[in-house]
């Protein structure tokens, strides 16, 4: 299912050594952890660190949940994306591959959908994506990081849609440059 996909970006980067701690950032990251929360946008201009802050954030949840008295770990899955996923079959593998890193059951129903010769609607896609996390109730974070290289409409429909209809326990944080087109006015309120 995973063949061609390069698979090293589906590694959160190792947190930096010597980090000053943003603590009102983490902070406002963990925030975002309620399940009225389908969305967290990290948004900031090249250089300002927004990779580091999630991947030190993330590090920390696993870091906080190794404690006795801490419930067990967030789990989370990390895409890192570039030019050549514009095309939404291959986007939609990439998240896929993502997913299978924290449960092989995650995105099982669209396999078949994603290997077929004439691809469904993508909001079809998604619907059967949002059924499966749905199905195995997992808490996690999915981090589509680097998101301002996606220009093409229709990912940004699919990804629309996917917001939509989250489960609860699923949080998901995307790292951009800019303001995606993501209905963000709508969701802020």
């Given at each position: 299912?995973?063949?061609?996909?390069?698979?090293?970006?589906?590694?959160?980067?190792?947190?930096?050594?010597?980090?000053?701690?943003?603590?009102?950032?983490?902070?406002?990251?963990?925030?975002?952890?309620y399940p009225e929360v389908r969305l967290t946008l990290v948004c900031a201009p090249a250089g300002f660190g927004k990779t580091?802050?999630?991947?030190?954030?993330?590090?920390?949840?696993?870091?906080?949940?190794?404690?006795?008295a801490s419930p067990p770990g967030m789990k989370n899955a990390w895409l890192t994306l570039d030019e050549m996923d514009n095309?939404?079959?291959?986007?939609?593998?990439?998240?896929?591959?993502?997913?299978?890193?924290?449960?092989?059951?995650?995105?099982?129903?669209?396999?078949?959908?994603?290997?077929?010769?004439?691809?469904?609607?993508?909001?079809?896609?998604?619907?059967?994506?949002?059924?499966?996390?749905?199905?195995?109730?997992?808490?996690?974070?999915?981090?589509?990081?680097?998101?301002?290289?996606?220009?093409?409409?229709?990912?940004?429909?699919?990804?629309?849609?996917?917001?939509?209809?989250?489960?609860?326990?699923?949080?998901?944080?995307?790292?951009?440059?800019?303001?995606?087109?993501?209905?963000?006015?709508?969701?802020?309120?």
């Open positions: 299912m995973n063949e061609g996909l390069l698979r090293t970006k589906l590694f959160a980067p190792s947190p930096r050594r010597n980090l000053v701690t943003r603590t009102r950032l983490l902070d406002k990251l963990s925030e975002a952890l580091t802050i999630v991947t030190d954030w993330l590090s920390r949840l696993i870091l906080s949940s190794q404690t006795v095309d939404p079959i291959r986007f939609w593998r990439y998240v896929d591959a993502a997913l299978q890193s924290i449960d092989s059951r995650l995105g099982e129903s669209i396999h078949p959908v994603l290997n077929a010769p004439q691809p469904p609607p993508f909001r079809t896609l998604v619907a059967e994506l949002a059924n499966d996390l749905l199905t195995v109730g997992l808490e996690f974070i999915l981090v589509l990081d680097d998101y301002h290289v996606i220009q093409n409409e229709s990912v940004h429909e699919s990804v629309n849609f996917l917001i939509d209809y989250l489960p609860p326990l699923v949080h998901l944080v995307i790292t951009t440059r800019s303001d995606p087109p993501l209905q963000l006015a709508r969701r802020r309120a």
